[in-house]
């Protein structure tokens, strides 16, 4: 489903120098595997997943989703790819503020041609599996950060997207919405999604395909 090939990237310092954060990496995740990465704060996990999601471009290597090299693509062949397969969970959850908690993960579909009656339910049937229906006409900005987490990780999984991108998804929860999370991903990964999870928390390897370490631009 996911195929990644000796990427790189580099950033700049404010004073021009190299901040070298990937060296190489190669990943490749089936349906139904799920691949947990745990890395230090700064070790380039979110740049990783920003690579894998065609968020942000490398500086050499290659994506693939389904055997299809996605990341040469124009910007809106990407953009479609994305939206066909990708559901990320952000680590700044990125929820619009001036829609509802409701709206905000009806948005996903609604970009995929799909907001109908059925999509609706599922909606507030994800909302309340993660304990958060009752926020549904709340805006963002008027709930708690563990909650906005849990909107956002509805949004990303509402089309049920085949390959799901999930960074720090447990950030900021407590110990039982944790559980939750990381328990909807494996069941994800069961159901033939392909998913990485990204973190430091150990708890996520739990019934992981493969467990990855992320340091010093490298996956060991
Ligand atoms: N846009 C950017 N410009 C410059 N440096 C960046 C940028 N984004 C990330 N970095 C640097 O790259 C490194 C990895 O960042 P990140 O991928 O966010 O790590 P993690 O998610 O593992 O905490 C950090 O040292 C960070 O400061
Ligand atoms: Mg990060």
Redesign the pocket.
């Known amino acids: 489903m996911l195929r990644a090939e000796g990427l790189v990237k580099t950033?700049?310092?404010p004073d021009g120098g190299p901040?070298p954060?990937l060296k190489g990496i190669d990943l490749k995740v089936a349906a139904g595997e799920l691949v947990v990465i745990l890395?230090?704060?700064?070790?380039?996990?979110?740049?990783?997943l920003n690579l894998l999601g065609l968020l942000e471009d490398p500086d050499a290597g290659g994506v693939w989703f389904g055997g299809e090299r996605v990341n040469v693509l124009g910007r809106s062949a990407r953009s479609r790819a994305r939206g066909r397969f990708v559901g990320f969970v952000f680590?700044s959850f990125l929820l619009l503020p001036s829609l509802t908690a409701l709206e905000n993960v009806l948005l996903a579909a609604r970009y995929a041609g799909r907001a109908g009656p059925t999509t609706r339910q599922r909606a507030l049937a994800l909302l309340d599996e993660l304990g958060v229906l009752e926020r549904r006409d709340h805006y963002p900005p008027q709930i708690s950060g563990g909650e906005q987490q849990r909107v956002a990780f509805c949004r990303a999984v509402l089309n049920d997207p085949p390959l799901l991108l999930a960074?720090e998804p447990t950030g900021n929860l407590d110990d039982a919405n944790a559980r939750v999370i990381l328990e909807s991903l494996r069941a994800r990964a069961r159901a033939g999604a392909a998913v990485v999870v990204?973190g430091h928390r150990p708890e996520a390897a739990e019934g992981a395909s493969a467990v990855f370490r992320?340091q010093n631009g490298a996956l060991a």
């Open positions: 950033y700049r310092a901040i954060v890395g230090a704060s700064g070790s380039g996990k979110s740049t990783l680590q960074d990204v992320l």
